[in-house]
T-cell receptor, first 114, second 111 residues
């Protein structure tokens, strides 16, 4: 079974631009979560989608948005990029949102904002 | 809001020494999960603990879930260079099954 895939793997943008990241979950998984990870930091939760609906949201500004499609694939968008948005963006999928569902992470998209 | 505190942030050990990381939640958790992230990699699921007082072992790794389901620990016996990485705990919130993540403990093996 293929794992979680994220595209692109690397991105370089300049301040003020916007960016869209894509995540394809494991087949059969309906939940997708997004995280931001900066050097030396833990995993900062962005949001989680399940069946095309946002279930949970972290404490990030409105410049960060996401969506999920009917095939469970998800995209994350960051508008008006700032230098501080440079980070590894990780996507994780899980089968559902019950107590026994564990998360499987993709390799991440490394975003550099210049 | 509900938080999961994880300590220590870093731990330096000589190869062969033991390592322990601790997680504490402000409220009761439905379960707790542990993940390992190797340098340059992404977090990988290790184990899930569900029952109060549960103890699970994976070779040299021992995981415990507290009786009150508010704290957990991961203990590695006789560390090896392959154990290097950051270990994260994540507690599952009862109300909406959202995972609340600890900040991670980075294990560094001294040469």
């Amino acid at each position: 079974k293929a794992g979680v895939t994220q595209t692109p793997r690397y991105l370089i943008k300049t301040r003020g631009q916007q960016v869209t990241l894509s995540c394809s979950p494991i087949s059969g998984h309906r939940s997708v979560s997004w995280y931001q990870q900066t050097p030396g930091q833990g995993l900062q939760f962005l949001f989680e989608y399940f069946s095309e609906t946002q279930r949970n949201k972290g404490n990030f500004p409105g410049r960060f948005s996401g969506r999920q499609f009917s095939n469970s694939r998800s995209e994350m968008n960051v508008s008006t990029l700032e230098l501080g948005d440079s980070a590894l963006y990780l996507c994780a999928s899980r089968r559902g949102v019950t107590s026994t569902d564990t998360q499987y992470f993709g390799p991440g998209t490394r975003l550099t904002v210049l | 809001g509900q938080q999961v505190m994880q300590i220590p942030q870093y731990q330096h050990v000589q190869e062969g020494e033991d390592f322990t990381t601790y997680c504490n939640s402000s409220t009761t958790l439905s379960n707790i999960q542990w993940y390992k992230q190797r340098p340059g990699g992404h977090p990988v699921f290790l184990i899930q603990l569900v029952k109060s007082g549960e103890v699970k072992k994976q070779k040299r790794l021992t995981f415990q879930f507290g009786e009150a389901k508010k704290n957990s620990s991961l203990h590695i016996t006789a560390t090896q260079t392959t154990d290097v990485g950051t270990y994260f705990c994540a507690g599952l919130r009862d109300s909406n099954y959202q995972l609340i993540w600890g900040a991670g403990t980075k294990l560094i093996i001294k040469p």
